[in-house]
T-cell receptor, first 112, second 114 residues
Framework: GAGVSQSPSNKVTEKGKDVELRCDPI?????LYWYRQSLGQGLEFLIY????????KSGLPSDRFSAERTGGSVSTLTIQRTQQEDSAVYLC??????????FGDGTRLSIL | KQEVTQIPAALSVPEGENLVLNCSFT??????LQWFRQDPGKGLTSLLL?????REQTSGRLNASLDKSSGRSTLYIAASQPGDSATYLC?????????????FGQGTTLQVKP
């Protein structure tokens, strides 16, 4: 597609459930980023993938959060045993190395 | 640790006014600085990227300046229009290069009234 695609656009789930969020980057982009945007914290970095290098996981808030990128393209962010404080908009971005990041419209996650 | 601050948090102006949004950062050793626009329920759209060696960048009615030594950037919007209403975010790379994570300010929410 022309831009970064994220699915689902909205997700409502019960506390304690696991969720998976998907990101399809722009074709050919070697770098992929996940961010979280919440009312109290603004936009926070979560994880960064660059080519075949080990990902930068320094922004993941707890071991309940994990992400993988298969075949250097699609990425999945998984949150296990969700908590109410996980409610936020999760944004994905992709880029060519050293070039500006292009963002998707995000997944709005609500934990009941 | 790099921190980015934006002032004001919110701004409301009548159509046609020129306005300035402010961004400050604590570590001046940045590779570049970027301004983004975010519409409600949408992702971020890149507006301007200023390299560390540059003083300013212009795109249409937008002009962004960068003063690394003082840790400041401004986004100037000329002849504002209701369609400019959005949240504006500035961001700098979190490391010593232009790759990797971005550190964002909290944003300035702009409302331009017809």
């Amino acid at each position: 597609g022309a831009g970064v695609s994220q699915s689902p656009s909205n997700k409502v789930t019960e506390k304690g459930k696991d969720v998976e969020l998907r990101c399809d980057p722009i074709s050919g982009h070697t770098a992929l980023y996940w961010y979280r945007q919440s009312l109290g914290q603004g936009l926070e970095f979560l994880i960064y993938f660059q080519g075949n290098s080990a990902p930068d996981k320094s922004g993941l808030p707890s071991d309940r959060f994990s992400a993988e990128r298969t075949g250097g393209s699609v990425s999945t962010l998984t949150i296990q045993r969700t908590q109410q404080e996980d409610s936020a908009v999760y944004l994905c971005a992709s880029s060519l190395m050293g070039s500006p990041q292009h963002f998707g419209d995000g997944t709005r996650l609500s934990i009941l | 640790k790099q921190e980015v601050t934006q002032i004001p948090a919110a701004l409301s102006v009548p159509e046609g006014e020129n306005l300035v949004l402010n961004c400050s950062f604590t570590d001046s050793a940045i590779y570049n600085l970027q301004w983004f626009r975010q519409d409600p329920g949408k992702g971020l759209t890149s507006l301007l990227l200023i390299q560390s060696s540059q003083r300013e960048q212009t795109s249409g009615r937008l002009n962004a300046s960068l003063d690394k030594s003082s840790g400041r950037s401004t986004l100037y919007i000329a002849a504002s229009q209701p369609g400019d209403s959005a949240t504006y975010l500035c961001a700098v790379p979190g490391g010593s290069s232009n790759t990797g994570k971005l550190i964002f300010g909290q944003g300035t929410t702009l409302q331009v009234k017809p």
